[in-house]
Each structure stands twice: as structure tokens, then as C-alpha cells.
């Protein structure tokens, strides 16, 4: 390949790889720089030499928004040569183009309650916190591996798995807490979250998780509506009922515009 990219580029490669669909802030943020036209520089390159797509409205209202990027053709070129990222995963990208935007907007918000994590994380080393936080994070392309060790968890229609540890400052204690988050489509049927939420449950009942961790995982479940979460939780309930409520298994529900507007680690969680 005769293009040359800096290894900032090759950076974002790796993180349009591991989240698919990153608007420009985002990019910047996991990059941890100040200047937003250095961004705009690098992906404007990559977006000429074709290793990434753009998408941008020019429609008034929606010329406001950050652009959002891609892999394109030269860009899963580039990761395929490095011999790093499994090819079955790799083929996946070359349909991206085709994706609809409520998995684009999907991408978007599994990156963005990365980005929140990161933000917890860092705030926790401030002198005035009694704890520090670290995350340990596996998105759906990591998932995706066969090879990885949560690849089971791909059956129970798992978004992202968080691994919290958390150190008292004092005693340098760390206790580890594990999350597992699954963002509910708008289009959704009732039966099919009905059937996600018998899963979880299933995964409870079973053995795989001992292989993991002794304390079952938090679920988390992300709603698009108000509706669609007023019938989870009601669903959830009576199964949790017939399951004589396990007092281990612990599910909560947030609204999508929540966790947008506070953060995944907000106090935007109910029962």
C-alpha cells in the first residue's frame, strides 16, 4: 500500500475497528487531543487516501452534528495486513456501508458509554476520591472473536461487558464488579425482548459465568423508549417472580436520552 498514514492515523483505524461508527468528538476524545482541527486534518487524509468513509448531512439541523466515520476499503486493507484482527471479523466491514442508522446511532452510544467510563476513571484519581476506578471493557468486536473468552456471551445479545475494579486509596483494596450491557432496538418486538430478557435469566440458571467470576454480573438494560421500558421492567418482574427472585440477580433499566444526557455511570439506573 503506497499511502502513508502517521501513527495517529493508524490509531483511529484501530478505534473505528473496534467501534465500527465514531463521530469526530469521539475520535478526539479517545485520542485524548486538544485541538479539533489536528482531527479534522487526519481525517480529512484518511478520508482522500480511502481508508475511512464520512457521513455528514448538509441539511439545516442536521449540518450542526459531528461527522461520522467508517472503515472503508483501504483502511480494512491496512488492518488486515498487520495479521492482528481475525479476517471472518474483518469481512464484516466491507457491509458497514449498509448498516441502518439505528445501529450506526448504536455504535455511537456503546463509544460513548466507553468515553464516560474513561472520564469516571479519571476523575477517581483526583486526591479528594476515597477510591480509584479502572475499567476493563470488551465491545460486540471483541465479543466477536471466537477465540475470545466472552464469546459465549454473543448468544445472550450482550452489547458490552465492563469489568469495574475499584481500589480504596487507603488499603489499597481493589473489590471487582462485572456489568453486562444490552441496548434494546427501536424496532424491537415485544416477544423478542421478552426472549432477551429470558436469556439473561437462562445465563443465571447456567454454568458459564462460574467460569468467569463467583458473583453473577449487573444487566443493564438500555430502552429507546419510555414504553418500551415500562413493559421491560413489568416483564421482568413477573419472570423474576417465577424464578422466586433470585436476591443475586440484579437487572436495571435506563432510558437511551439518559444515558446521553448523564452518562452511564449517572444516577439514571432503576430497578
Given at each position: 500500500?503506497?499511502?502513508?498514514?502517521?501513527?495517529?492515523?493508524?490509531?483511529?483505524?484501530?478505534?473505528?475497528?473496534?467501534?465500527?461508527?465514531?463521530?469526530?468528538?469521539?475520535?478526539?476524545?479517545?485520542?485524548?487531543?486538544?485541538?479539533?482541527?489536528?482531527?479534522?486534518?487526519?481525517?480529512?487524509?484518511?478520508?482522500?487516501?480511502?481508508?475511512?468513509?464520512?457521513?455528514?448531512?448538509?441539511?439545516?439541523?442536521?449540518?450542526?452534528?459531528?461527522?461520522?466515520?467508517?472503515?472503508?476499503?483501504?483502511?480494512?486493507?491496512?488492518?488486515?495486513?498487520?495479521?492482528?484482527?481475525?479476517?471472518?471479523?474483518?469481512?464484516?466491514?466491507?457491509?458497514?456501508?449498509?448498516?441502518?442508522?439505528?445501529?450506526?446511532?448504536?455504535?455511537?452510544?456503546?463509544?460513548?458509554?466507553?468515553?464516560?467510563?474513561?472520564?469516571?476513571?479519571?476523575?477517581?484519581?483526583?486526591?479528594?476520591?476515597?477510591?480509584?476506578?479502572?475499567?476493563?471493557?470488551?465491545t460486540p468486536v471483541d465479543l466477536a472473536?471466537?477465540?475470545?473468552?466472552?464469546?459465549?456471551?454473543?448468544?445472550?445479545?450482550?452489547?458490552?461487558?465492563?469489568?469495574?475494579?475499584?481500589?480504596?486509596?487507603?488499603?489499597?483494596?481493589?473489590?471487582?464488579?462485572?456489568?453486562?450491557?444490552?441496548?434494546?432496538?427501536?424496532?424491537?418486538?415485544?416477544?423478542?425482548?421478552?426472549h432477551q430478557v429470558k436469556k439473561f435469566?437462562?445465563?443465571?440458571?447456567?454454568?458459564?459465568?462460574?467460569?468467569?467470576?463467583?458473583?453473577?454480573?449487573?444487566?443493564?438494560?438500555?430502552?429507546?423508549?419510555?414504553?418500551?421500558?415500562?413493559?421491560?421492567?413489568?416483564?421482568?418482574?413477573?419472570?423474576?417472580?417465577?424464578?422466586?427472585?433470585?436476591?443475586?440477580?440484579?437487572?436495571?433499566?435506563?432510558?437511551?436520552?439518559?444515558?446521553?444526557?448523564?452518562?452511564?455511570?449517572?444516577?439514571?439506573?432503576?430497578?
Amino acid at each position: 500500500m503506497t499511502n502513508k498514514i502517521t501513527p495517529k492515523q493508524k490509531q483511529i483505524l484501530q478505534y473505528l475497528y473496534k467501534y465500527k461508527f465514531l463521530d469526530r468528538k469521539q475520535i478526539q476524545q479517545f485520542l485524548d487531543h486538544k485541538y479539533h482541527k489536528r482531527i479534522n486534518d487526519w481525517l480529512k487524509d484518511l478520508n482522500q487516501k480511502e481508508y475511512i468513509n464520512r457521513i455528514y448531512s448538509n441539511k439545516f439541523g442536521e449540518n450542526t452534528k459531528p461527522a461520522i466515520y467508517y472503515l472503508a476499503l483501504n483502511g480494512i486493507r491496512h488492518l488486515k495486513e498487520q495479521n492482528e484482527y481475525p479476517i471472518e471479523i474483518l469481512r464484516k466491514f466491507y457491509r458497514l456501508k449498509d448498516r441502518s442508522n439505528d445501529f450506526i446511532e448504536k455504535c455511537i452510544l456503546i463509544a460513548q458509554m466507553v468515553l464516560d467510563l474513561k472520564t469516571a476513571a479519571d476523575k477517581s484519581h483526583d486526591k479528594k476520591e476515597e477510591s480509584e476506578l479502572s475499567y476493563l471493557i470488551a465491545t460486540p468486536v471483541d465479543l466477536a472473536n471466537p477465540d475470545y473468552r466472552f464469546n459465549f456471551l454473543t448468544e445472550y445479545k450482550v452489547d458490552l461487558v465492563v469489568k469495574r475494579l475499584k481500589t480504596k486509596k487507603s488499603g489499597k483494596r481493589t473489590n471487582s464488579t462485572y456489568f453486562l450491557l444490552t441496548i434494546i432496538a427501536p424496532t424491537l418486538p415485544r416477544y423478542s425482548i421478552r426472549h432477551q430478557v429470558k436469556k439473561f435469566i437462562e445465563l443465571y440458571n447456567g454454568y458459564e459465568w462460574d467460569d468467569i467470576n463467583e458473583t453473577f454480573p449487573t444487566i443493564m438494560v438500555i430502552c429507546p423508549t419510555i414504553a418500551t421500558m415500562i413493559y421491560t421492567k413489568r416483564m421482568t418482574r413477573k419472570l423474576l417472580e417465577d424464578e422466586d427472585n433470585p436476591k443475586d440477580l440484579h437487572i436495571q433499566f435506563a432510558m437511551v436520552e439518559k444515558v446521553k444526557e448523564f452518562g452511564v455511570t449517572g444516577d439514571i439506573w432503576e430497578k
